[in-house]
Antibody, heavy 120, light 111 residues
Framework: EVQLVQSGAEVKKPGESLKISCEGS????????IGWVRQMPGKSLEWMGI????????RYSPPFQGQVTISADKSIRTTYLQWSSLKASDSAMYYC?????????????WGQGTLVTVSA | QSVLTQPPSASGTPGQRVTISCSGS????????VNWYQQLPGTAPKLLIY???QRPSGVPDRFSGSKSGTSASLAISGLQSEDEADYYC????????????FGGGTKLTVL
């Protein structure tokens, strides 16, 4: 069974750094892309970026370029989303999601989500 | 403002048939396949329809999808109370440096 398990909820102050994780299991980790999706309270889904753990090829959606860093450690089947200096507007639910290598492949599995709260 | 346009809300009574539309452009829906996701309250999204009209195993055949030109639709027949959720369409856009674009979501209420 394919599973993406994310790290737990975080409460941070503005200006602090943060790294959240997503561990994949039940499939060949290096054969699929992993993307990150933001969902602000009561809002739609926003695609942040994607990484191919096999070779760490990473692409960012323009609004998130330079705002976050996506990385992966294939030795422990884990991808990461990190911020160097959080803002209150980063408060949201963040999901990791798996996507196949063919462009028409859908996102077919999602993590359970990591709630990030940034407040002074 | 989402790249794909969905109605913010839809509703129906148990047993009814409901459709949710998703409108895009030639650079996204017009040239790529469409996927649909169901997000039950407080949970992660779940793949409901992929490649316009394919159902993953375990998804009831009450759910169906279609695409024509730059628009797509999700239909739910025999509406049930457990179908009350947010529904999102998604595809990718050839003109943006983005792998996936989502619709704004439609909140389905079962009356």
């Amino acid at each position: 069974e394919v599973q993406l398990v994310q790290s737990g909820a975080e409460v941070k102050k503005p200006g602090e750094s943060l790294k959240i994780s997503c561990e994949g299991s039940g499939y060949t980790f290096t054969n699929y892309w992993i993307g990150w999706v933001r969902q602000m309270p009561g809002k739609s889904l926003e695609w942040m970026g994607i990484i191919f753990p096999g070779d760490s090829d990473t692409r960012y959606s323009p609004p998130f370029q330079g705002q976050v860093t996506i990385s992966a450690d294939k030795s422990i089947r884990t991808t990461y989303l990190q911020w160097s200096s959080l803002k209150a507007s980063d408060s949201a639910m963040y999901y990791c999601a798996r996507k196949g290598v063919v462009s028409s492949d859908p996102i077919d599995s999602w993590g359970q989500g990591t709630l990030v709260t940034v407040s002074a | 403002q989402s790249v794909l346009t969905q109605p913010p809300s839809a509703s129906g009574t148990p047993g009814q048939r409901v459709t949710i539309s998703c409108s895009g452009s030639s650079s996204n829906i017009g040239s790529n396949t469409v996927n649909w996701y169901q997000q039950l309250p407080g949970t992660a999204p779940k793949l409901l329809i992929y490649k316009n009209n394919q159902r993953p195993s375990g998804v009831p055949d009450r759910f169906s999808g279609s695409k024509s030109g730059t628009s797509a639709s999700l239909a739910i027949s025999g509406l049930q109370s457990e179908d009350e959720a947010d529904y999102y369409c998604a595809t990718w856009d050839d003109s943006l440096n983005v792998y996936v674009v989502f619709g704004g979501g439609t909140k389905l209420t079962v009356l």
